[in-house]
């Protein structure tokens, strides 16, 4: 059974000095593109993994959480230069804004992609989802509001015309999973507002075919402070324990 890693990031900065926690270097970043490249990994969207029966031994999938311009302006020249698919999760209330929901924080007041700039990405490469409307955490939320939060995100999508595929991320990978009802309801609600797929964090290695639910896939948070070693040792082996 092979097991296929799912990259998370976040920001990006071109001060390799800065490269720490949520912000990665262009320098870092691009280091593990090429070596992704030259090992001949074949880039997978979200949408690969609705009907995934069998990967390449050799298979990723890289994410991107919040669409902000640095993911824009640092990331995305460099995923063209590999010609690396990627996943962009978008947080639909915050589009031509900043990311109000990392007030007090040091990576705060980053810019979010318009939606005129989702729409000009190159639809070949890059992939865009959801990541809910508001950023809130879904275990907080009552099935009601997680509805709304649906609703208002589908809005923002038919208003601008933005091509979004029924993925996932949960914000701060934050749903209900210790309780088991509530869990079973989360994903029922999923499931009426049409989501195929759904990411959680977890830092662990997906197998596939996938025998648990699509909505708990891992994803392996890709701190900037990471050696090249430590990134392929998460890419062979993700978290041990």
């Known amino acids: 059974m092979a097991k296929l890693p799912v990259l998370m990031y976040h920001n990006f900065t071109l001060d390799v000095t800065k490269s720490n926690g949520l912000t990665i270097s262009a320098e870092k970043f691009e280091r593990q593109l090429n ?36 993911q824009m302006d640092i990331a995305l020249p460099l995923l063209k230069k590999y010609q690396a698919k990627a996943t962009f999760f978008v947080p639909f209330a915050y589009l031509g804004a ?44 009552s099935e009601q509001e997680i509805h709304d939060d649906f609703e208002n995100a589908s809005k923002v999508i038919l208003h601008h015309n933005i091509n979004i595929f029924p993925a996932l991320a949960y914000p ?18 999923l499931e009426k507002q049409g989501i195929k797929i759904a990411f959680r964090i977890g830092n662990r290695l997906n197998e596939t075919p996938k025998n648990t639910s699509q909505y708990e896939w891992q994803r392996i948070d890709v701190k900037g402070e990471f050696s090249l070693l430590k990134f392929k040792w998460l890419l062979k082996f993700g978290k041990l324990f």
């Not at 007030?103 to 809910?132: F, W």
């Open 35 to 70: 070596y992704l490249t030259k090992n001949n990994y074949q880039f997978l969207w979200s949408s690969d993994l609705e009907s995934l029966q069998k990967i390449c031994r050799k298979s990723v999938v890289i994410t991107f959480d919040d669409v902000t311009q640095n």
């Open 172 to 189: 701060y990978g934050n749903y209900p999973k210790k309780d088991t009802h509530a869990k079973s309801i989360f994903f029922k609600t």
């Open 98 to 141: 900043t990311d109000l929901w990392n007030k007090g924080k040091d990576y705060q007041n980053q810019k979010i992609m318009t939606a005129e700039q989702l729409q000009s990405l190159d639809a070949n490469l890059i992939q865009l989802a959801h990541h809910s409307y508001q950023h809130c955490k879904y275990s907080e939320m």
